[in-house]
C-alpha cells in the first residue's frame, strides 16, 4: 500500500517570502499522481496544484511550484511571496494512475502553514 | 466554490444512532468520493462510487453503507453511531476517474 508522509507539523513564514513544504511517499509504481491540497479554517478542501510521475518538468501554478524527485519518492511544494490569506493546512495526496484499483487519494498528515504579517 | 454540494454542513445526533449525508456531485462528474477526516485517522478515504456501481473501498466500517443514484447523487449512511465517529466527513467528484477530485465542504458530525 502507499503511503504519505508529510514531516514537518507545522512551519512559519514572514509575508512576502518564501517557503517549502516537504512530501515524501512510497510505492513501488511507476506511473501515478501527486497533489497538493489546501485547507483553510473554513475547511474547505482546495487543490493547488498537480504533478504526473511520467512528466519531468515540475508543475507550477502562479505562486506555486513543487520540486518532484521521482527517484527519491520526494514532492515538495514551494511558496513564493507568501500570504496571509496562504496559512492553512496543506495536503500531500498519492494517486495511482491504475484505474482497476479505484482513484482514492492517500493523504499524508498535514502541515499547518503560519504566515506572520 | 467547487460545486459539489454536501448536505447537512453540521449534524449532532446520539450514540446508537443512525444518520444519512448527501452529496451532489459537479455537473458531469460520474465518480464520486467520500473522505472522513478525525483528528487521530487524518484523512481517510472511505468508498468510490463510479456511474452508480461501487469502484472501491477503503477503511469503511461494516455499520457505514453508501450509494450513488441514478442521478449520480451520493448518500452515505451511518448507523449504531459511537463517539468515535465524530468527523468532519467530505465528498469529493471527479469527470472521470483519473481527473482531479474536487471537494465538498464537507459536513461535520459530532456524536454527544
Known amino acids: 500500500a502507499q503511503t504519505v508522509t508529510q514531516s514537518q507539523p507545522e512551519m512559519s513564514v514572514q509575508e512576502a517570502e518564501t517557503v517549502t513544504l516537504s512530501c515524501t511517499y512510497d510505492?513501488?509504481?511507476?506511473?501515478?499522481?501527486l497533489f497538493w491540497y489546501k485547507q483553510p479554517p473554513s475547511r474547505q478542501m482546495i487543490l493547488v496544484i498537480r504533478q504526473e510521475a511520467y512528466k519531468q518538468q515540475n508543475a507550477t501554478e502562479n505562486r506555486f511550484s513543487v520540486n518532484f524527485q521521482k527517484a527519491a519518492k520526494s514532492f515538495s511544494l514551494k511558496i513564493s511571496d507568501s500570504q496571509l490569506g496562504d496559512a492553512a493546512m496543506y495536503f500531500c495526496?498519492?494517486?495511482?494512475?491504475?484505474?482497476?484499483?479505484?482513484?482514492?487519494?492517500?493523504f499524508g498528515g498535514g502541515t499547518r502553514l503560519m504566515v506572520k504579517p | 466554490d467547487s460545486g459539489v454540494t454536501q448536505t447537512p454542513k453540521h449534524l449532532i445526533t446520539a450514540t446508537g444512532q443512525r444518520v444519512t449525508l448527501r452529496c451532489s456531485p459537479r455537473?458531469?462528474?460520474?465518480?464520486v468520493y467520500w473522505y472522513q477526516q478525525s483528528l487521530d485517522q487524518g484523512l481517510q478515504f472511505l468508498i468510490q462510487y463510479y456511474n452508480g456501481e461501487e469502484r472501491a473501498k477503503g477503511n469503511i466500517l461494516e455499520r457505514f453503507s453508501a450509494q450513488q443514484f441514478p442521478d449520480l447523487h451520493s448518500e452515505l449512511n451511518l448507523s449504531s453511531l459511537e463517539l468515535g465517529d465524530s468527523a468532519l466527513y467530505f465528498c469529493?467528484?471527479?469527470?472521470?476517474?483519473?481527473?482531479?477530485?474536487?471537494f465538498g465542504d464537507g459536513t461535520r458530525l459530532s456524536i454527544l
Open positions: 510505492t513501488s509504481e511507476s506511473d501515478y499522481y
Open positions: 495526496a498519492y494517486r495511482t494512475s491504475w484505474n482497476n484499483a479505484g482513484n482514492m487519494l492517500t
Open positions: 455537473s458531469g462528474d460520474l465518480s
Open positions: 469529493a467528484s471527479s469527470s472521470r476517474g483519473e481527473q482531479p477530485q474536487h
